[in-house]
């Protein structure tokens, strides 16, 4: 089994590949859509990465899978220019569990 990844941007892309994980760069909502197609046909792949703003843009279909597949997991994740909010959260976390505001 392996992870595929479908991102919006080349360095993210080159960073995943520096680790062994193969992918595309697409920002085209059909090619972002043809690309997860042949993924979700893949039987060796098990987990698609995606950036966040590739899974706005096509948030129906990465939805469906997610709902009605055993597989790919697809999992969101940001990359530069992601706004996912994670520091605030980790601030808001911290602060709450230990009572000090980053």
């Known amino acids: 089994m392996k992870f595929f990844l479908i991102s919006d941007n080349i360095d993210t892309q080159m960073g995943m590949r ?28 098990a987990v698609v990465l995606m950036t966040e703003k590739l899974v ?18 697809i999992v969101e994740i940001p990359d530069r220019h992601g706004n996912s909010g994670i520091s605030e959260s980790i601030s808001r976390y911290v602060e709450e569990s230990i009572g000090i505001k980053l």
Do not use: F, S
């Not at 059909?30 to 993924?39: G, N, P, Q």
């Not at 706005?56 to 997991?73: A, F, Q, S």
């Open 56 to 73: 706005e843009l096509c948030h129906d279909k990465v939805y469906d899978i997610k709902l009605n597949r055993r597989r790919p997991l």
């Open 18 to 45: 520096i680790a062994g994980i193969e992918g595309v760069v697409a920002h085209r909502k059909e090619h972002v859509l043809e690309e997860l197609d042949k993924a979700a046909a893949d039987k060796d792949v």
